[in-house]
T-cell receptor, first 115, second 115 residues
Framework: DAKTTQPTSMDCAEGRAANLPCNHSTISGNEYVYWYRQIHSQGPQYIIHGLKNNETNEMASLIITEDRKSSTLILPHATLRDTAVYYCIVSPPTDSGGSNYKLTFGKGTLLTVNP | NAGVMQNPRHLVRRRGQEARLRCSPMKGHSHVYWYRQLPEEGLKFMVY????????ESGMPKERFSAEFPKEGPSILRIQQVVRGDSAAYFCASSLRTSGANEQFFGPGTRLTVL
């Protein structure tokens, strides 16, 4: 699976948009970009995923660059409860064979939302 | 629709005892994954199971650890003769895994403490 690079930590003011970058310059054409987060002591929470197009759901938006070498997760109005470690993961589709079901978690970005 | 359920949430064992961790996947999900998170480390894949089958156990220690996902009932991760190094958070995830993207949804985890 392609490797991802994320900043170690970021701060954001409550109510403002949080923009979390991820670099995945070695991503393959069929690999998805997934974002998860882990609030302290809880299980990882799925946020969003995308392949080529930008995606939006009730939690966040995912912006993927045209060359797919990087992406940004946007939390439009961050709250204190969004303080967590955010993981950007790249993984091939389920029907591509191999061990494509493994999610490889790096160190992620610790987002701290400040009041 | 209930999410992934894990029990117990906290488990304390003495060295040499057995630990049994249970995971009930989301309704309709037949794919289960176990991950381990050692203190201050990232999540690491352990094993992937479908109903009655172990698909990949490459991330699981070859001794003392076993996993099953019977036709009826929850998936079980079993650790025999626990040692202090087994102290960790164990997370279970489930997915539909039909084709394309493979969103995995995680449970709250079981925190194992070995005295």
């Amino acid at each position: 699976d392609a490797k991802t690079t994320q900043p170690t930590s970021m701060d954001c003011a409550e109510g403002r948009a949080a923009n979390l970058p991820c670099n995945h310059s070695t991503i393959s054409g069929n690999e998805y970009v997934y974002w998860y987060r882990q609030i302290h002591s809880q299980g990882p929470q799925y946020i969003i995923h995308g392949l080529k197009n930008n995606e939006t759901n009730e939690m966040a938006s995912l912006i993927i660059t045209e060359d797919r070498k990087s992406s940004t997760l946007i939390l439009p109005h961050a709250t204190l409860r969004d303080t967590a470690v955010y993981y950007c993961i790249v993984s091939p589709p389920t029907d591509s064979g191999g061990s494509n079901y493994k999610l490889t978690f790096g160190k992620g970005t610790l987002l701290t939302v400040n009041p | 629709n209930a999410g992934v359920m894990q029990n117990p949430r906290h488990l304390v064992r003495r060295r040499g005892q057995e630990a049994r961790l249970r995971c009930s996947p989301m309704k309709g999900h037949s794919h289960v994954y176990w991950y381990r998170q050692l203190p201050e480390e990232g999540l690491k894949f352990m094993v992937y199971l479908q109903k009655e089958n172990i698909i990949d156990e490459s991330g699981m220690p070859k001794e003392r650890f076993s996993a099953e996902f019977p036709k009826e009932g929850p998936s079980i991760l079993r650790i025999q003769q626990v040692v202090r190094g087994d102290s960790a958070a164990y997370f279970c995830a489930s997915s539909l895994r039909t084709s394309g993207a493979n969103e995995q949804f995680f449970g709250p985890g079981t925190r194992l403490t070995v005295l």
